[in-house]
Every structure is written in C-alpha cells, then in structure tokens.
C-alpha cells in the first residue's frame, strides 16, 4: 500500500502563485506514475498532472505553461508549482500514486486551493 498525504492549501489571489506538496510512503517501490487531480463541487475528478517513473509529464490543456509538477526521490514527495492562477483553478486538488504491483490507485484526503480576491 502507499500513503499520500498533501500540503499546501491556501487561499490566493488571482495572479498568485502556490506551490502545493505531496509526502508518499509505504510501498514506494511498487509506484508507476504520480500526480495530482481536482475536484470542485457538482464535478467529475480531473487530472491536472500527472509524472512517470522515467519522468515524463502530462498535463490538463487548462494549465500548460502555469502548472509544473516535480519529484524529490529523496525526500519522496512530489510537487505542484501552481503560477498565474484563475478563480477557475479553485478545487480540492488530491495527490494520487499508481501502483504496478496491485494496480491500484492511491489518493490524498486532499488540500483546498481556492483563488478568490
């Protein structure tokens, strides 16, 4: 199993910066790709970014050029540079870690970003 836990929730205004972070651990070994998805109310989850274990990275159409997602193999956490941002990026966003030894999906409980002024 692997445990996520995210950090970095805040509220911003529009324009700012936020930079959110994500610690995994347990069966880290076992990880194939890391990212993030959001979630506002009333919605399906969307992935925003997601990074593979020989460190290729996709991202959602809605946040190229401002989002960059990173890895610290060492520390074993991940991050979300968020820059530029929209009172359309305001969500949950949850931290998650596929696992090629028992094929599932692991999630965060998720940090609130919310960008208002």
């Known amino acids: 199993q692997v445990q996520l836990v995210e950090s970095g929730g805040d509220l911003v205004q529009p324009g700012g910066s936020l930079r959110l972070s994500c610690a995994y651990s347990g069966s880290t070994f076992s990880i194939k790709t890391l990212g993030w998805y959001r979630q506002t109310p009333g919605k399906q989850r969307e992935l925003v970014a997601m990074l593979d274990s020989i460190g290729s990275t996709d991202y959602a159409d809605s946040v190229k050029g401002r989002f960059t997602i990173s890895k610290d193999g060492v520390q074993n956490t991940i991050s979300l540079q968020m820059n530029n941002l929209k009172p359309e990026d305001t969500a949950v966003y949850f931290c998650?870690?596929?696992?090629?030894?028992?094929?599932?999906?692991?999630w965060g409980k998720g940090t609130l970003v919310t960008v208002s002024s």
């Open positions: 998650y870690a596929y696992s090629d030894f028992d094929f599932m999906k692991y």
